[in-house]
């Protein structure tokens, strides 16, 4: 797993909560990213940081944040879950930009 | 913008039979092409990787892919399938190393092998 622990790996919530999803590695890799798994849709992109406070927005954004306030630590926070962000959510980390990703064993999020 | 394109969600082959994924790709600029392994509840597992070169990738547990420009494909293959190929395939592309390069993905291909 390269050192990447996704956490935690099952939770099921309901609709209007917040949560935060939480990856942590232990590679010193400098760019960390948060993917959603969906059937039909494979991976898709949700936001991604390039160093330590530093973040953008990948393709499916809306509805969640992201902070990394330390390199080895990358959150995801849904601020008021739905339904539709049920899914399997995958943290990935590269040294350099396109080196291969690297994928934790990612976290399983049911909104109900 | 990149995009890729793999065709069919599932593909079921008899052990020891050629094993053929196809992928085809969209990119404004030269590609960097991967393909991915995701085995039941895990993470995804490079499997092979073209950046510049050859343009037939060998990989891990015999697979490789062979970049065709013409094409614009990237097609996974094998020899021979094995039992515990039996897992989903994605194909991604990037437009290059740059900062700002990031990887998109296809939608996966689900590799069923008979006995």
């Known amino acids: 797993d390269a050192g990447i622990t996704q956490s935690p790996r099952h939770k099921v919530t309901e609709t209007g909560t917040p949560v935060t999803l939480r990856c942590h590695q232990t590679e010193n890799h400098r760019y960390m990213y948060w993917y959603r798994q969906d059937p039909g849709h494979g991976l898709r992109l949700i936001h991604y940081?390039?160093?330590?406070?530093?973040?953008d927005k990948g393709e499916v954004s809306d509805g969640y944040s992201v902070s990394r306030s330390k390199t080895e630590d990358f959150l995801l926070t849904l601020e008021s879950a739905t339904s539709s962000q049920t899914s399997v959510y995958f943290c990935a980390i590269s040294d350099p930009v396109i080196s291969p990703l690297h994928f934790g064993n990612g976290t399983r999020l049911t909104v109900t | 913008a990149q995009s890729v394109t793999q065709l069919g969600s599932h593909v079921s082959v008899s052990e020891g039979a050629l094993v053929l994924l196809r992928c085809n790709y969209s990119s404004s600029v030269p590609p960097y092409l991967f393909w991915y392994v995701q085995y039941p509840n895990q993470g995804l597992q490079l499997l092979l990787k073209y950046t510049t070169g050859a343009t037939l990738v060998k990989g891990i547990n015999g697979f490789e892919a062979e970049f065709k420009k013409s094409e614009t494909s990237f097609h996974l293959t094998k020899p021979s399938a094995h039992m515990s190929d039996a897992a989903e395939y994605f194909c991604a592309v990037s437009e290059g190393a740059g900062a700002n390069s990031k990887l998109t993905f296809g939608k996966g291909i689900t590799l069923s092998v008979r006995p």
């Open positions: 940081s390039y160093g330590v406070k530093d973040t």
